[in-house]
Nanobody
Framework: QVQLVESGGGLVQPGGSLRLSCATS????????MRWYRQAPGKERELVAS???????NYPDSVKGRFTISRDNAKNTVYLQINTLKPEDMAVYYC??????????????WGQGTQVTVSS
């Protein structure tokens, strides 16, 4: 059974930091590219960080320099460090695993999300 379980969200003041974790099981974690998305109320889900199987990372300009994605293949876990939090960072953050398989196409899994609230 595939599971992606996010944790680490919560209430934080503007300017603060959080580290989100996504613990996975049920698939070969090291073979999957991992991403973090977020969705604020009334807005579309947006990609905020990605990391390949080889550790290459990518971020949109809106979070570059403040967000850091990392992975620990030994723990089957991906992390998202968020620094200098802003009110506009408030959203539900989702973990996403993706693998392109010849013939089968894309195999992907979502976590259930963790809420990040930014407020003083």
């Amino acid at each position: 059974q595939v599971q992606l379980v996010e944790s680490g969200g919560g209430l934080v003041q503007p300017g603060g930091s959080l580290r989100l974790s996504c613990a996975t099981s049920g698939f070969t974690f090291s073979s999957y590219a991992m991403r973090w998305y977020r969705q604020a109320p009334g807005k579309e889900r947006e990609l905020v960080a990605s990391i390949t199987t080889t550790g290459s990372t990518n971020y949109p300009d809106s979070v570059k320099g403040r967000f850091t994605i990392s992975r620990d293949n030994a723990k089957n876990t991906v992390y998202l460090q968020i620094n200098t939090l802003k009110p506009e960072d408030m959203a539900v953050y989702y973990c996403y695993a993706r693998q392109s398989v010849p013939v089968l196409g894309t195999v992907a899994y979502w976590g259930q999300g963790t809420q990040v609230t930014v407020s003083s």
